[in-house]
């Protein structure tokens, strides 16, 4: 069974610009979750998707990021206009309703530098 | 104060030591709790869930006190594979986001 990929695993850009960061979670999983480390700190939330509706945008920093799941398939994380501080890495994680655990599983992450 | 608290380390041991990890909670309306391994630039990994009894995997055993909120990982015989940062992760009630604690980098010695 396929992970969950994530596409790109690098991406530069200046400040100002436009990023899209794209997730496919594992075949079959409702929940689609991104999170985000930023240098020195600890894995944060970022939003929860169950199919495609949002179940939680508590964490998202501000208007500047918007997060898709059209058909409740791959998720898309556009950064828009990219500032300095969103560099770090973006992880994205998926997981089944199997009972009360909901244990997540994780992509390898799109790292991103805005310059 | 973090929600999710750990010891940075790093937790330097030679092989075939025993090793032990805690973390704190402070949200006592967490219900899942969870050790996820890190490497270097890689993902997370799910290593174990923590149930109420405790539970254990092989060398890995992991512990849950709900009243002095606290879970512990325990690993025997340390292999140099087991090398990585642990993360502590919790979920609370009536959530499905996780939150982390910053991670506990071992490295084992040969």
């Known amino acids: 069974e396929a992970g969950v990929t994530q596409f790109p695993s690098h991406s530069v850009i200046e400040k100002g610009q436009t990023v899209t960061l794209r997730c496919d979670p594992i075949?079959?999983?409702?929940?689609l979750y991104w999170y985000r480390r930023v240098m020195g700190k600890e894995i944060k939330f970022l939003l929860h998707?169950?199919?495609?509706?949002?179940?939680?945008e508590s964490g998202m920093p501000n208007n500047r990021f918007l997060a898709e799941r059209t058909g409740g398939t791959y998720s898309t994380l556009k950064v828009q206009p990219a500032e300095l501080e969103d560099s770090g890495v973006y992880f994205c994680a998926s997981s089944q309703d199997t009972g009360t655990i909901y244990e997540q599983y994780f992509g390898p992450g799109t790292r991103l530098t805005v310059t | 104060r973090k929600e999710v608290e750990q010891d940075p380390g790093p937790f330097n041991v030679p092989e075939g030591a025993t090793v032990a990890f805690n973390c704190t909670y402070s949200?006592?309306?967490?219900?899942?709790f969870f050790w996820y391994r890190q490497d270097c630039r890689k993902e997370p990994k799910l290593l174990m869930s923590?149930?109420?009894s405790g539970n254990e995997d092989g060398r890995f055993t992991a512990q849950l006190n709900r009243a002095s909120q606290y879970i512990s990982l325990l690993i025997r015989d340390s292999k140099l594979s087991d090398s990585a940062t642990y993360l502590c992760?919790?979920?609370?009630?009536?959530?499905?986001?996780?939150?982390f604690g910053t991670g506990t980098r071992l490295k084992v010695l040969a």
């Open positions: 075949s079959g999983h409702d929940n």
């Open positions: 998707f169950v199919k495609e509706s949002k179940q939680d």
């Open positions: 923590v149930y109420s």
């Open positions: 992760v919790v979920r609370t009630s009536g959530t499905y986001k996780y939150i």
């Open positions: 949200n006592s309306a967490s219900q899942s």
